[in-house]
């Protein structure tokens, strides 16, 4: 009988009382729920690559500059809604100095993380222009993304990009775009789960078919400057990250500080909205909001009626935290390159076993090491080996739950995985590969416990 590394029985009764439909499909957080309770109650700990968690400290330079404010009693006073001024010019020189984007400060803002940021993308820009509601996303892609447009009763339109990269996007991304009713389409780049990065020809066809049809590219930063194939860590100095910014007029930058600053708890990420579209006006906006000026409805409409702006003390460590990447005073790439380190070898433990990379290449190179990477295992969905995996305490997602037509595949992500974690993934890996070599299921062997 083939002993599992974690309590077979726990682990079924464990996934059993979160009475999911099917594990495998779960959402990350109801993972994230199942995973630490197997973990209280076995004593033992999962290699975690479910949840897309920063697993570096906050800098000290936005620690401290937040501490400060605080005494200095911003806490009791409301922020204005789209920032305090100083921030505004910040994220400003920001997007200048390491994407060589001009943008006025009125058009940068901060908002409740990237999630809020894209939220508020949402929301505007599928009320801009009559006939013009549905928003359409290049997959695979961030599952909350999809629960928002449902939050807000949009229509979406989504394709896996996987078959169709370089220059066969073209003819598939204008297939959607004309129909002429996408108000907007957004992705993540790099991208959440696959970790592939558009090419300068990809953004150059999304960026001219925005233009052509009238759509809103909203461009989902939430990894800046995270490939590591380049060194994008110098401000004002090339290579600049790459960015539709340079193809199109028509685009909402939105920034996050969660993982390339490792601010996630503070929940402040940034927008950048083009001075183009800024300034422009839709026949719809005043249907829904009080101008009919882009602009204005996003900040005095839009973040008014959400949160009316961020935490008064987030924005000061978050402005201490850029003017000092601004200026050079601090690499905020040098920390988090981490990621990539161990992406690299948790890739090769992976490999070893008998996975396989699912999302590989970016046309002709292979895809960056970083915070996230996708691998499947022969015979097995994407949904039945994140199940069997669990047996073997070791979590992920589905990539079925992200839009990805590659359904074999399961996400991992390698923020909570230290080094000293690798000895352990590495005999369970290795476990995995001896026992499902030999026929051997524990999802099958223990489906009957209750
Ligand atoms: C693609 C993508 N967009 C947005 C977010 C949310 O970022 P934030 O923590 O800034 O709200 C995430 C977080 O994982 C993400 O992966």
């Known amino acids: 009988m083939i002993k599992t590394p974690l309590d077979g029985k726990i682990v079924r009764q464990k996934i059993n009382e979160m009475k999911v439909k099917s594990v495998g499909l779960a959402s990350i957080r109801e993972l994230n729920r199942i995973v630490s309770n197997i973990e209280a109650t076995t004593g033992q700990k999962f290699i975690r690559m479910e949840m897309g968690v ?15 404010a605080l005494k200095k009693g911003v806490g009791s006073k409301y922020p204005p809604f789209d920032g305090i001024p100083e921030l505004k010019t910040e994220i400003s020189r920001f997007v200048k100095l390491f994407m060589d984007i001009s943008v006025n400060p009125e058009g940068c803002f901060p908002t409740v993380g990237a999630m809020q940021g894209c939220f508020l993308a949402m929301m505007v820009t599928s009320c801009f222009k009559k006939g013009k509601e549905k928003i359409l996303f290049i997959d695979p892609g961030f599952p909350v993304n999809k629960k928002q447009a449902r939050a807000l009763g949009l229509q979406s339109e989504h394709f896996d990009i996987y078959n169709y990269r370089g220059e066969r996007l073209r003819s598939k991304l204008e297939s959607y775009l004309k129909k002429g009713d996408f108000a907007a389409l957004m992705y993540s780049n790099p991208n959440n789960p696959s970790w592939i990065v558009f090419t300068e020809t990809e953004l150059k066809i999304i960026g001219e078919l925005a233009t052509k049809y009238d759509v809103v590219v ?3 930063l939430a990894y800046f400057g995270m490939d590591f194939r380049k060194d994008y860590s110098q401000p004002g100095k090339p290579p600049f990250i790459p960015t539709v910014a340079r193809y199109t007029g028509n685009y909402i930058l939105i920034i996050s500080s969660s993982k390339s600053f490792s601010l996630a708890g503070q929940r402040i990420g940034m927008t950048a909205i083009s001075n183009t579209l800024f300034t422009s006006t839709g ?9 009919n000026m882009f602009g204005r409805a996003y900040i005095f409409s ?20 850029l003017k000092a990447s601004n200026d050079g005073d601090f690499n905020f790439l040098e920390p988090v390159k981490e990621y990539a380190r161990r992406a690299k ?23 960056a090491d970083g915070f996230y990477f996708t691998i499947s295992f022969p015979g097995f969905s994407g949904e039945e080996l994140v199940e069997e995996l669990l047996f073997y ?9 992200t839009g990805s037509d590659r359904l074999e595949g399961i996400r991992a992500c390698v923020s909570w995985t230290d080094s000293s974690q690798f000895p ?25 416990v209750k």
Do not use: C, W
């Open 54 to 68: 920063p697993g570096l400290d906050p800098p000290e330079i936005a620690v401290q500059s937040e501490i400060e």
């Open 424 to 448: 352990v993934l590495e005999k369970r890996l290795q476990q995995f590969r001896t026992d499902h070599e030999s026929g051997f299921r524990a999802r099958e062997v223990y489906s009957t």
């Open 218 to 220: 909203m461009e989902d």
């Open 283 to 291: 026949d719809n906006l005043l249907n829904y909001f009080d101008s």
């Open 302 to 321: 839009g973040i008014y009626t959400l949160s009316s702006g961020v935490s008064h003390s987030a924005q000061f460590g978050l402005l201490a935290l």
């Open 393 to 401: 305490g070791i979590s992920s997602i589905s990539l079925a739950i």
């Open 345 to 367: 070898v948790m890739k090769k433990l992976f490999l070893e076993n008998g996975f396989k990379l699912v999302y590989d290449m970016d046309e002709d190179q292979p895809i």
